[in-house]
């Protein structure tokens, strides 16, 4: 089996949650459903009475809701 390489041209990075998620080099594509998610974890946020500690968790229920 071939071992892949990741260059820094490749258009993957890994995500918060440790998978490998495509990226838009110019960030144009990618910046509209960031910003959805990002709104979506701070209402998560908000619902759980602003405790801090669960950013990451926050973050990865609104990935899956958006």
Do not use: C, H
């Not at 071939?2 to 960030?27: H, M, S």
């Not at 602003?50 to 990451?56: A, E, I």
């Amino acid at each position: 089996m071939e071992k892949r390489t990741y260059k820094l041209a490749d258009p993957v990075v890994f995500d918060q949650g440790g998978r490998l998620t495509q990226v838009d080099p110019v960030g144009s594509i990618n910046r509209p459903r960031e910003e959805e998610v990002r709104r979506k974890a701070y209402q998560l946020y908000e619902q759980r009475g602003k405790l801090d500690g669960r950013d990451l968790d926050d973050w990865l229920i609104a990935e899956s809701q958006v």
